[in-house]
């Protein structure tokens, strides 16, 4: 397929691996704070491929994984209610809530449809006009702008029975953040489909305030090498910068259409992230122009369980990149993709997942 | 979820487009592009459901390129190092 068959081209993967052990003299970590990056980087065999003063460690850019335990808990309160079809992306079914999860509940017998695209749900709402769509809107900036049309459209088409529980979270706070709690990176490999939307200028903050370069990469074996490519040669000539390498995809002012419409429905506010806490200005709430497709607002009173958290999970740690997730005592045994005690293992983009299938 | 697929516009039908990605066709929705900018044989990137951008034939063409001219850098380097039968960087 084009775009991606010439990308896993082994022969220009190995040639740029020689580049990088070529120009590397000092060790690096470098941080890439996407879940599709973790599972490239795992499935392709990238950490292999790399000399050994490079070191990959992941962060917190799997949506599902970052999620607070109380945002399932609250999906599955709604799911109990008798008026209610939740709607969801499948990688939020089996994401352990404090005593239960998603697809527990469906087989319980609540109203629980998967859906690929946020569109297919409002279908969901205009063929169920006595019934309350509730949305579960979760992922990043890429995803978001999805949803922001998918108000819009329910607003023009007059869909007041869809209602969005938004979890959406911006991923750069979570990158400096990262930085002020005194994680030790290098580097970041940035986020490809994030800044397809949101462009490159969200990330200059980092090499200007922290003097950390950030390149935007693509998913693909041939793009990840060049990407840690410029990044070692960023850090031997002491030259952090944002750049991009996944140019193909990525303009530098990103997608303004989309910017717009995000303007248009979302405002920030603090938001929760696992393995973080509460980051300023890091999640996006409906604005009051758009507060009848609210969750919050319009369902506002619901029986939510209280919290527990899983014990023994270090999922947190692994999100913050402290700790790897072979360092986990459950790994592999208690926890495993048929089994899982923490989102980092549910999540197809969940470094525990990736660790699991690929690196075990 | 995250995952955004490249695909190829086979024709636009208003706000929506028929992609063709491998085998199957999918239906996109292409409210968050501009459509004017959008044509039939473009290649876009499809996530959840949405057309986030275009494919730039261009700059993947122009990557590509630069990674061969490595490859080839790579490998007369290679065969001088054989050659004088010491590292040159
Ligand atoms: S292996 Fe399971 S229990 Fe351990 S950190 Fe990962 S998700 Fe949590």
Redesign the interface.
Known sequence: ????D?YR?K??AQ??A??IA??STRPVKLMEV???HTMSIQKFGIPGLLPETVELISGP????CVTSRSYIDRAIAYSRLDDVIITT???LIRVPGSSSTLEKERAKGANIQVV?????ALLVAKHNRRKKIVFLG???E??A??TA?GIL?AKVAGIFNFYVYSAHKVMPPAMEALIDEGVKINGYIGPG?VS??TGKGIYENIPKKYGLGVVISG?EP?DLM?TILMLVRQIENNNPKVEI?Y?????PEG?V??QQ?LDEVFEPRDDWWRGLGVLKDSGLKIKKEYERHDAEVMIPNVEVEPLVEPKGCICGAILRGVQKPKECPLFGNVCTPLNPVGSCMVS??GACQAYYLYNR | MCLSIPAKVEKINGETARCSVGGSTYEANLQLLVHEQVQEGDYVLIHTGFAIQKLDAEEAKASLDTFAAFNQLNNEMDEEEKKLNKRLI
């Open positions: 397929m084009k775009y991606i010439e081209d022969e220009i040639s740029l020689k580049q070529e120009i996407c879940g599709g850019g799997c949506p599902v992306y499948g990688d690929y695209s946020i569109m297919d979760i992922g990043f890429t995803t702008p999805g049309a459209q489909h397809t939307i998913f041939v060049q390498e140019t193909r995809a990525v303009k997608n259409k989309a419409m197809s983009e």
